[in-house]
C-alpha cells in the first residue's frame, strides 16, 4: 500500500445496491489499485445486522486495499472523516404518496446527513448521491453542509448515460467503447433528456449516423428515460447491479479524470450553463481531471433540445419549489 486508506462511506449498506456496491469498492474499483480503502457503512438500526452480515462477507474476500468495515447507526459518526460519501439509502415511494410528500420523507434523511457531512467529513470530501429523488436530494443535503464548497454534492445520472450509450450502440451495430460524447441532460427521472446530436461514433455524428429521428423520438430517448421502471417491471425489484456500476464509474471518473476526446454526465449544482438556472442540480456534459468537473461548453442547442432540456428543468425547478415551501432548503 503506497497511501493512507480513503475513507468511504455508504448508506443503505444493507440494500441491494449496497451490496452490489461494497465488493467492488474494497476490491479497488472506485478509487484505482493503489488506493486502499476504509468503509464507514450506515444504516438503520433494524438493518444493521444485515451490514454486519455483509462485512464478515468483506473480510472472506481477504481484499488487499481493505484497510477496515465499522458500520454505524447514526449519520454523525458515519461521516467523519469521510473522503466519499456514496448517499445510496432513500425512502421509497410507497402507495398513494405524492411527490410532496416522498420528497419531505426524503428530507428527514439528507437533512441530517448534510449536516453530519458539514461537521466530520473530510476536507476534501466529495458526495454522490444516488437514492432518489437523486438530484433533488442532493439539493436538501448541500443545503445543510453550508460549510462544504456546493460543487462536492452530486447526483447520479451515469447509469442513464451508460443505457444510452447501450442503446446506440446496438442501434448502430458497435460496440459501446466506439460511442463518445453522450449527454444526460436535467432529471435522474422520465423527464430527462438523452441527447446523440453531439455524440460521436467511431469519430463522425451519432445522430447522422442513426439518419431515424423517429427511432430517436419514439424509442431511444423513451427507453432510456424509463428504463427503470422496465427494469423494476421485469425483475421486480428496482436496478441495482447496474446503478451500483454506475456509482462506481461516477466516482472513479470525477477522481481519476476522463478520457481525451470524450466526456461523462453527471447531476451537479448549476452555473447558469445552458440556461439551466443557478443552483439547481442537474444533469451536464462534464469533463474531469484531477479531482474536478467542469461543463463542457460551446455546445449548439437546437429547438428540439431546448424543448427537452427545459421540461425537465423545469421540474427539477419545480420539485427545488417544493423543498423550498417544506423549508428544506
Ligand atoms: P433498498 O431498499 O434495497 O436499500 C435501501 C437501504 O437504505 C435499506 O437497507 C434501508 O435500510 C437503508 N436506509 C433507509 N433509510 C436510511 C437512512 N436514513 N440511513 C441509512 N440507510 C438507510 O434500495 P436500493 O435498491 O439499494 O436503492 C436505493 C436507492 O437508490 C433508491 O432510492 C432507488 O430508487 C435509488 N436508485 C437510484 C438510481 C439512480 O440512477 N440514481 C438507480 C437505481 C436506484
Ligand atoms: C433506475 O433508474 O433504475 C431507478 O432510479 C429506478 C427507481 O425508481 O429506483
Not at 116 to 145: E, M, R, S
Amino acid at each position: 500500500m503506497t497511501q493512507a486508506p480513503v475513507n468511504v462511506t455508504v448508506t443503505g449498506a444493507a440494500g441491494q445496491i449496497g451490496y452490489a456496491l461494497l465488493f467492488r469498492i474494497a476490491s479497488g474499483q472506485l478509487l484505482g489499485q493503489d488506493t486502499p480503502v476504509k468503509l464507514r457503512l450506515l444504516e438503520i438500526p433494524q438493518a444493521v445486522t444485515a451490514a454486519e452480515g455483509t462485512a464478515l462477507e468483506l473480510e472472506d474476500c481477504a481484499f488487499p486495499l481493505l484497510a477496515g468495515v465499522d458500520i454505524f447507526d447514526n449519520a454523525k459518526d458515519a461521516f467523519d472523516g469521510t473522503n466519499v460519501g456514496l448517499l445510496v439509502g432513500a425512502r421509497p415511494r410507497a402507495k398513494g404518496m405524492e411527490r410532496g410528500d416522498l420528497l419531505e420523507a426524503n428530507g428527514g434523511i439528507f437533512k441530517p446527513q448534510g449536516e453530519a457531512i458539514n461537521a466530520g467529513a473530510a476536507d476534501d470530501v466529495k458526495i454522490l448521491v444516488v437514492g432518489n429523488p437523486a438530484n433533488t436530494n442532493a439539493l436538501i443535503a448541500q443545503a445543510h453542509a453550508p460549510d462544504v464548497p456546493k460543487e462536492r454534492f452530486t447526483a447520479m445520472t451515469r447509469l442513464d448515460h451508460n443505457r444510452a450509450a447501450a442503446q446506440l450502440a446496438t442501434k448502430l451495430g458497435v460496440g459501446v467503447a466506439d460511442i463518445k460524447k453522450l449527454t444526460i441532460w436535467g432529471n435522474h427521472s422520465a423527464t430527462q433528456y438523452p441527447d446523440i446530436f453531439h455524440a460521436e461514433v467511431d469519430g463522425k455524428n451519432a445522430a447522422q449516423a442513426v439518419g431515424d429521428q423517429t427511432w430517436l423520438e419514439d424509442e431511444f430517448i423513451p427507453r432510456v428515460a424509463k428504463r427503470g421502471a422496465e427494469i423494476i417491471e421485469a425483475r421486480g425489484a428496482s436496478s441495482a447491479a447496474s446503478a451500483a456500476n454506475a456509482a462506481i464509474d461516477h466516482v472513479h471518473d470525477w477522481v481519476n479524470g476522463t478520457s481525451e476526446g470524450d466526456w461523462v454526465s453527471m447531476g451537479i449544482p448549476s452555473d447558469g450553463s445552458y440556461d439551466v438556472p443557478e443552483g439547481i442540480i442537474s444533469s451536464f456534459p462534464v469533463t474531469t481531471s484531477g479531482g474536478k468537473y467542469e461543463i463542457v461548453q460551446g455546445l449548439e442547442i437546437d429547438e428540439f433540445s431546448r424543448g427537452k432540456i427545459d421540461a425537465s428543468v423545469k421540474e427539477l425547478t419545480e420539485e427545488r419549489d417544493t423543498v423550498r415551501q417544506l423549508g428544506l432548503v
